[in-house]
């Protein structure tokens, strides 16, 4: 069976893959982080493309790139928090600080928000343990964190966003219908664990 | 290879340099236990199940990974390594389900047997259930990674074996698994089903949905697909055919399978449709009838028909032993030489092209020796679905270091693994490979040593492509100027570099032109006759080879003798105790054209189905309505068949003995694996009883004296016998004495015909290029999942849930131009007729539309256009116009 692609997105992003990098194994990685320095995240098309390129099986570029934390399969916001979960942060309340932030924003962990302003997350120990409850925000780490603090921090970039939406919201709006398919394939899966064998 | 000797266990053991310790150790009759070794595969260490203690090294290395070594010393086993491999066991088990009675490998997984073999009960450790993936996308197997143990077998044969890379390892951690590509459902990626990994599998982590009964007993025979030829291992229970395996001893396919080799071979056997009594038409019904009666009915009005009023059709997909008997039956019996079969529609312009190039038109190099090729051009072959064994073992070629060249306008699996690869618009071929010569004269990288030495007829080339610039060539095929350049480059830089190609070559009106071109770009490289290089069609179907070998053509008898000179005819005359026509025959289009008109009026098919193999089904159906007398020979009631006045039941391959030649020319002996289901016959039986009943004796004792005959009449078959191939004898004709080794690479001292000739060709285009009417390039084939006319797999519950109907491959530009949606049901038609099936958006280029043609509910034959090449008759089934439009 074959399946049928975007053609044209994979021979876009191939052409620029190309003008890079040299078919070799060895630039795999440095193309993933390129893709994802272009688009904030890894789209199907773009990993179909350096597959093409390396000439290498597009199961492999997948299974490498889920390998590492580093790589998103679907688009970020524009802003991204991140808290820790590690036990010295869940021991000075971290639990709630995510709970509370997660109604702020109205996603789960792992999610994005609709008008993809905030991307959230959680790290299992930033090796700030000192400072917990330790978050990120858009990759400033500050520690002692609070939820009255947290919120503050959204807030604030809020509002940096409200003076200039324009290009870059674009952008990865569009991306993000080329990436909801994904995430429903992904979403119909069923785990085993849940379910057992039929 | 050199030997090295070193002590497993105390025992003093002799072993090949580079080979492993476990290898060794097995060699020996040392059992140690593993979980990701296979044969097949790279070494990879990953279990850690083989552990040994090998004297010097410390630690515990994996045995399946360390060389030996010359005076090594090692130990396999003791308690420390059995503590050891116990840990590695305790380890899985504790993320593994504890539920093996409910285990779909149950009694057959290997982890079991270890735990039991090391006596492991309890893990003793926290247990983690897995929260793996369950995929029931896929019609066939299920993949439940909850069971897996991460041995990785079934990436590694997807990507070493097989050379799809379906899946991959993804994740890491607690949450590893082998996935495809977004870890979607197995169904939606590039998974050719081909079971490779299944078969792999240790755990029940990967399983078939219906496994059925261990067999009683398994024959080994040949596939009856494609022309590759693989061994197949059939398993039978209760007297019924139901399971497939790949021969680990043919050296084809070396154990693997294909989807078609492994659910569709046998699936379809004991299928309920299976005809089982003749049937003769009565009142316009078809009706059952007995033997005699039918028969009795087919020798009246045979005899009534005789000379030019009759015509027969071999097959392609029967022994050559069949094919024989067939042509001997027409020539002998009937006096006439019009008997053809579908070899004409699909590679008559290889034999004419290469016989007049070469001398012999069949495949010059064996499939093995595609792997010594430095560099492989692959032109109008989609070979991973229609030859996908070959395919496999391309992409393993390539993985070690082959350079691929890929001219074809379709995006097929074999894209993504091109060094280049060019899309030139259908009906180009004569012109890009012009271009190709142009370009390597120009540079200076032609062979001339060998063209002056080995070849004539080169300066009238050089001449003509002297015109075909990269530019004037880009102009008419679409391909950029620095691709062909590379390409040109690229090919002459192969020391050897061979050509493989198939239908999108042949398919032509120029076809004939398209294989002296290929054969022309051979020869100017020097390629001709050495290991790794040649020129190389991949023949269709399983027998096809054969069938053309044996005679089942209107212009020879077998071994390609011409009926038309008078030395050849005196021998058969003189072998079969009668005179015979002088006049060639028919071919296949000429006989359904003189049907129509009421000149052919009894007409014989045996395996054929014409109803959807030949151009312009609408008229083929009014020529088979025509024909006064229409005798149909198969196992089902084909589309053809039910045209028919008696139709007789034949047996398929399992029932039966038989030899069929691949594509590579080598002879393979098929195994009756059970008797005849009741009521079939063979076709050889029918023909011989039908000719003695007609007053001309033919009696065989069994097929092997049928092979027999064929070798005393046939000097390329002479050596050939039924005792040789049982001994394992690997026979590629020629071979012309019983002591004589075969031939696996023609031409290597002088050519057949002496010198290889050269023939300067100019490029016409196709005969129906797209209008305003009708503004699309159609072009037809196959597909991995379904083969010829479907009559054999679409009785085949796994190819049937795989690809259940029709569809047209069209581009994504195209979709959206005519607001076309994946999925949608289109309307195409051409001059001829026009038909209605599911839009596929993908694959092609810009401007074309592909249909596969095994659908008789939407035949892309309605569509294509009959006209011919002049030469070898062979119809342009690869281009027509054509018109697309959403359906109402
Ligand atoms: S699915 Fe089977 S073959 Fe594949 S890694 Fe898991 S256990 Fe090994
Ligand atoms: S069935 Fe064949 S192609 Fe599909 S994943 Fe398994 S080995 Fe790969
Ligand atoms: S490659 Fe051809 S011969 Fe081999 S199993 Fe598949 S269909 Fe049969
Ligand atoms: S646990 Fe949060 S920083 Fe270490
Ligand atoms: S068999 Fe050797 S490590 Fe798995």
């Not at chain 2, 399971?243 to 399978?257: F, V």
């Not at chain 2, 690869?421 to 009906?427: A, D, E, S």
């Not at chain 2, 025959?585 to 054209?593: A, K, P, R």
Request: hydrophobic share 35%.
């Amino acid at each position: 069976m074959f399946e049928s692609s975007n053609s044209k997105g994979v021979e876009t992003w191939r052409k620029k893959i190309a003008g890079r990098f040299e078919s070799k194994d060895q630039y795999l990685i440095p193309a993933l982080q390129y893709i994802q320095g272009q688009e904030g995240y890894l789209p199907p098309e773009a990993m179909e493309a350096a597959a093409r390129h390396l000439r290498m099986p597009k199961s492999k570029v997948f299974g490498v790139a889920s390998f590492y934390a580093q790589f998103n399969f679907k688009p970020q916001g524009r802003h991204k928090i991140t808290i820790c979960r590690g036990t010295a942060c869940h021991v000075r309340g971290s639990a709630r600080l995510l709970a509370k932030v997660e109604e702020n924003l109205g996603v789960h962990a792992g999610e994005t928000t609709e008008d993809m302003s905030f991307t959230l997350e959680t790290v299992a120990c930033f090796g700030a343990c000192a400072l917990a409850p330790v978050a990120v925000v858009d990759g400033k780490v500050s520690g002692n964190q609070t939820v009255s603090k947290l919120k503050q921090s959204i807030s604030d970039a809020r509002a940096m966003d409200s003076g200039k939406p324009g290009h870059k919201s674009t952008v990865r709006i569009a991306g993000n219908r080329a990436s909801k398919k994904n995430v429903n394939r992904q979403t119909s899966r069923k785990s085993s664990g849940r379910k057992g064998r039929k | 290879m050199a030997k090295v000797t070193l002590t497993i266990d105390g025992k003093t053991v002799q072993a090949e340099e580079g080979s492993t310790v476990l290898e060794a150790a097995s060699a020996a009759d040392i059992d140690i236990p593993t979980l990701c070794y296979a044969k097949d595969l790279e070494p990879y260490g990953g279990c850690r199940m083989c552990i040994v203690k090998v004297e010097g090294i410390r630690g515990m290395p994996p045995s399946c990974t360390t060389r030996v070594a010359e005076g090594m010393k090692v130990t396999t086993e003791d308690d420390e390594i059995l503590q050891a491999r116990r840990m590695v066991l305790r380890l899985l088990m504790a993320d593994h389900p504890s539920d093996c009675l409910s285990c779909p490998a149950n009694l057959e997984c290997e982890l079991q047997a270890l735990t039991k073999k090391l006596g492991v009960r309890e893990h003793g450790l926290i247990h983690l259930d897995r929260q793996a993936t369950l995929d029931e996308s896929h019609p066939v197997f299920i993949r439940d990674m909850k069971r897996c143990i991460l041995c990785a077998k079934c990436v590694r044969t997807c990507n070493e074996v097989v050379g799809a890379g379906a899946i991959g390892l993804i994740n890491r951690g607690h949450r590893a698994e082998p996935a495809p590509f977004l870890g979607t459902g197995i169904k939606f990626s590039n998974c050719e089903s081909c079971g490779e990994c299944v078969e792999h599998c240790p755990t029940g982590a990967l399983y078939y949905r219906e496994p059925g009964p261990e067999p009683d007993y398994e024959v080994s025979t040949i596939c009856p697909y494609c022309g590759t030829g693989c061994g197949l291992v059939l398993g039978v229970n209760k007297g019924k055919v139901i399971r497939a395996k790949g021969d680990p001893d043919n050296p084809i396919n070396q154990g693997h399978l294909c989807v078609k080799g492994r659910f569709g071979s046998y699936e379809f056997v004991n299928h309920p449709d299976r005809l089982k009594t003749p049937l003769v038409r009565k009142d316009g019904e078809l009706v059952e009838a007995s033997w005699d009666e039918a028969l009795d009915l087919v020798v009246q009005r045979f005899k009534e028909s005789k000379g030019d009023k009759f015509a027969a059709l071999a097959s392609a997909k029967e022994p050559n032993e069949d094919n024989y008997i067939m042509q001997k039956f027409a020539r002998a019996v009937m006096k006439t030489n019009s008997v053809d079969h579908c070899a004409r529609l699909c590679h008559a312009s290889t034999v004419a092209g290469l016989a007049a190039s070469f001398g012999s038109g069949a495949m010059t190099n064996s499939i093995e020796d595609m792997e010594q090729a430095e560099v492989v051009l692959v032109t109008g072959s989609n070979t991973t679905e229609n030859h996908p064994i070959i395919g496999n073992r391309l992409r393993h070629a390539i993985d070690k270091g082959t350079k691929l060249i890929l001219f074809d306008p379709r995006d097929i699996p074999l894209a993504g693994k091109a060094v280049i690869w060019c899309r030139q618009r259908p009906g180009t071929d004569v012109a890009w490979i012009n271009g190709l010569m142009h370009v390597i004269i120009e540079e200076g990288l032609a062979d001339l040593d060998y063209v002056r030495e080995r070849c004539e007829g080169f300066e009238a080339v050089e001449e003509l492509v002297k015109s075909y610039t990269p530019e004037r060539v880009s102009k008419i095929t679409g391909v950029p100027a620095q691709d062909l350049v590379e390409a040109a480059k690229l090919y002459a830089s192969g020391k050897p570099a061979t050509i493989i190609y198939s239908m999108g070559i042949t398919q032509h009106t120029t076809g004939t032109d398209n294989v002296k071109s290929l054969a022309n770009l051979a020869m100017l490289c020097g390629n001709m006759g050495k290991p790794g290089g040649g020129v190389n069609p991949l023949r269709g179907q399983n027998n096809v080879q054969g069938a053309c070998d044996v005679g089942g053509l209107p212009n020879v008898y077998s071994g390609y003798q011409k009926v038309t000179d008078p030395a050849a005819r005196k021998k058969f005359e003189e072998a079969w105790h009668t005179d015979l026509p002088a006049e060639a025959g028919l071919t296949i289009t000429e006989i359904l054209e003189a049907a129509e008109k009421g000149e052919v009026k009894a007409l014989y098919i045996m395996g054929e189905n014409p109803m959807l193999s030949d151009p312009d089904v609408t008229h083929v159906e009014k020529a088979l309505k025509a024909t006064e007398f229409l005798v149909v020979q198969d196992i089902f009631l084909t589309e053809t068949a039910r045209l028919a006045d008696v139709v007789l039941p034949a047996v398929t391959f399992a029932e039966r003995d038989g030899t069929f030649t691949n594509t590579e020319r080598r002879v393979q002996r098929l195994h009756q694996v059970i008797p005849p289901l009741s009521g079939c016959r063979k076709d050889w039986e029918i023909i011989c009883d039908i000719a003695t009943r007609m007053g001309y004796p033919m009696s065989y004792e069994s097929e092997s004296e049928i092979q027999d005959e064929i070798a005393e009449l046939t000097p390329s078959y002479g050596g050939i016998t039924y005792d040789r191939l049982d001994r394992g004898d690997q026979l590629a004709w020629p071979c012309p004495t019983k002591d004589h080794p075969g031939t696996p690479i023609l031409h290597t001292k002088k050519f057949t015909r002496g010198k290889g000739k050269f023939f300067a060709i100019e490029y016409i285009s196709a005969d129906e290029l797209p209008d305003k009417d009708f503004p699309m390039v159609l072009t037809t084939g196959r597909i991995l999942e379904h083969f010829h006319t479907g009559t054999m797999t679409r009785k085949s519950k796994s190819l049937h849930a795989l690809v259940p109907g029709p569809y047209v491959e069209i581009h994504p530009a195209d979709a959206r131009h005519y607001k076309i949606r994946d999925g949608e049901k289109v309307r195409v038609s051409s001059r001829r007729g026009s038909i209605e099936l599911i839009a596929k958006v993908g694959r092609v280029d810009r401007g074309l539309i592909f249909i596969p043609f095994h659908f008789f509910e939407a035949a892309a034959n309605v569509l294509t256009n009959p006209a011919v090449d002049p030469v070898a008759k062979i119809p342009e089934y690869k281009v027509c116009a054509a018109r697309l439009e959403k359906s109402a």
